[in-house]
């Protein structure tokens, strides 16, 4: 037997507690000392024997069923291969990425996109069902994310293709999803208790950059003016209908803001909102921002606002990694489409503010060359084929990552987060699940002695 | 924390006093969290998602191969007393799904959550602002382990 390249083995907050995970699996066990002795046991004997030892210990015997130790025969690079390509193909639910408009009203500095004043009408909207009506096969799953530009400047076209795109998905048997990313600036009630009303609304991603006095100055409006107060006051209204999930990008100028953005929502009774970082990046020649942070740096941020969050009463946003499996976003997955407001089709949301002429294909059918030949800019993507890669501890987690990214480099890919703070997430990830473990004995012990 | 052999992760990024201060808020509250929370022995069998399928002790409903109808559990555990939205599992595919915990925290009733975290989070709050570290991005604490 060999180890496998994929386990990570750290402390957790706790005093004497462990944790092992293993990245290929997504095994996760906590160990005491002596369970912490049969692991390092049983390591030592398949480093200097290729054997567990004898007799194999219970525990030695979980970590061997959860492939910490695995046969010399299996080669774990394979399976990675093997799970990408084999998701890839399995895969038959159709995911869009629609931007009714490119239009924004705000100018942030970092933006990756050019605005255009491009807005989908009548006869492309006539078109986007079309091609959905043939491409969606039935008993499947219907997907889509409104993007843009700022989606709700073109709120008719959601109101117009939400119900439709529903119905659709219901006629073939298929389970519908929504969801939609906004600035938030024209996210009021009633546009969030009608996105409510279509089935299948997952959440509203909205962007605060942090404190008032950051945001303000990283995402003005066209004119120049403030928008947080105003956002904020939408969240409150907005909650009362839809999920919410504030992402805050994040680079070297706003870092010192954070605390003060939970505080603020804490204020406005938004504790229970997801809050989550993006990383501020040259994803293209657009964005313009200068102080961006790398990505150890970013992974050590984001670290540090999980345990922020748990600190200040909101859900750490602590979850356990898990091995991927089949296509890494829409760019590389077989049927997901970016779908512009001028007919254009895409791969990747960094090419959907881009004119139709520019794209790879049309979902106009006068003009289209077929879907599939769009997909082919992707078809022979190989995420074990990065050199970095393949000797990375965390390659189960990403298959590189952000394929759009990880074309720019030959020899590695876009990293993840994990790469750098898998042990931080781990220790995260057990400490809510410790604190919640706790939290129902204490329940069970109070229940009993009421019986009692 | 305490190194114990070659390939154990001690690097953090997370200021050791903070985690102390943490800890002294869980001892003030008699929160013990050295017990193991995982149950290993429920993901044996799972965790190799040989047939592309979700754990079934996280994500009851869901079918290998397949998440055609799938509608969450209506109650989590991180809220028992209210219940979910039956939406949110709607987007999920068997190619995205987290196995992750079906929880409430997100969507709802995170301001009704556990008892026990409440009052953790009392606890920290009455410590001094000064008492924690601020958010920086300097390096990870200990060696770089990562390839």
């Not at chain 1, 009362?240 to 070297?252: A, E, K, S, Y």
């Not at chain 1, 992707?378 to 990552?401: F, I, N, Q």
């Not at chain 2, 997100?106 to 953790?120: K, Q």
Request: net charge negative.
């Amino acid at each position: 037997m060999k180890i496998s390249a994929y386990n990570c083995l750290t402390s957790s907050f706790a005093p004497g507690k462990h944790l092992a995970f293993n990245a290929l699996t997504g095994a996760f066990l906590s160990l005491d000392a002596e369970r912490l002795d049969d692991y390092e046991a049983l390591l030592a004997s398949i480093e200097t024997t290729g054997s567990p030892p004898e007799p194999v210990r219970p525990f030695q015997k979980t970590l061997i069923e959860n492939g910490f130790v695995i046969p010399d025969e299996c080669d774990e690079q394979t399976e990675i291969s093997n799970r990408y390509h084999g998701g890839k193909a399995a895969s038959r639910g159709l995911g869009l990425t629609i931007a009714p408009t490119i239009t924004c009203n705000f100018g942030c500095g970092y933006c990756f996109q050019s605005h255009s004043n491009t807005r989908m009408d009548d006869a492309r909207i006539d078109d986007l069902l079309a091609f959905v009506d043939a491409r969606l096969e039935a008993g499947t799953s219907l997907n889509v994310t409104w993007f843009g530009g700022e989606p709700l400047g073109a709120f008719d076209v959601i109101e117009k293709l939400a119900p439709r795109l529903h119905a659709l998905a219901m006629e073939r048997d298929c389970t519908f999803g929504h969801s939609i990313i906004t600035n938030g600036y024209l996210l009021t009630e009633a546009r969030a208790a009608f996105l409510a009303s279509i089935p299948g609304f997952g959440d509203a991603q909205v962007t605060l950059d942090g404190a008032r006095r950051h945001h303000d100055i990283r995402r003005p409006t066209l004119a120049g003016n403030g928008t947080f107060d105003r956002i904020l006051d939408n969240l409150v209204a907005a909650a009362r209908h839809i999920p919410i999930l504030v992402r805050v990008n994040v680079d070297h100028r706003n870092v010192d803001g954070l605390e003060e953005l939970l505080d603020a929502l804490t204020e406005r009774g938004l504790r229970h909102v997801g809050v989550y970082l993006g990383h501020v990046w040259h994803y293209t020649d657009e964005v313009g921002a200068t102080d961006i942070l790398t990505k150890e740096e970013f992974a050590a941020i984001e670290t540090q606002f999980k345990f922020l969050k748990f600190r200040k009463g909101f859900a750490s946003g602590a979850m356990l990694p898990q091995p991927k499996r089949g296509a890494l976003c829409s760019a590389d997955s077989n049927n997901s489409f970016v779908l512009g407001p001028g007919g254009g089709i895409f791969n990747c949301w960094n090419e959907a503010h881009q004119d139709a002429r520019q794209a790879l294909g049309r979902y106009s059918p006068a003009t289209e060359p077929q879907p599939n030949e769009v997909k082919q800019q992707w078809a022979g993507y190989e995420p074990s084929a990065k050199p970095a890669c393949r000797s990375c501890h965390v390659a189960p987690l990403c298959m590189t990552g952000c394929p759009w990214e990880a074309a720019k480099v030959t020899d590695t890919g876009d990293c993840i987060s994990a790469r750098f703070n898998l042990a931080d997430q781990l220790r995260l990830y057990d400490l809510e699940q410790s604190v919640a473990l706790a939290d129902k004995t204490r329940q069970q012990s109070a229940g009993a002695a009421g019986i009692a | 924390m305490t190194e114990r052999s070659a390939g154990y992760d001690i690097k953090s990024a997370i200021d050791p006093r903070d985690v102390a201060n943490m800890l002294e808020a869980m001892k003030q509250i008699g929160l013990d969290i050295s017990v193991p929370a995982v149950n290993e022995e429920a993901r044996i069998g799972n965790v190799l998602y040989a047939s592309g399928g979700c754990d079934p002790h996280d994500c009851s409903g869901f079918k290998p191969g397949s998440c055609s109808g799938v509608t969450c559990p209506t109650k989590s555990s991180a809220c028992p007393t209210e219940a979910c939205s039956t939406k949110v599992c709607a987007n999920h595919t068997c190619q995205s799904v987290s196995c992750g915990k079906v929880s409430c925290n997100n969507y709802h009733h995170w301001e009704s959550r556990a008892s026990t975290l409440g009052a953790l989070t009392e606890a920290m709050s009455r410590l001094p602002a000064g008492s924690w570290s601020q958010l920086s991005s300097r390096p990870l604490s200990g060696p770089d382990l990562a390839t």
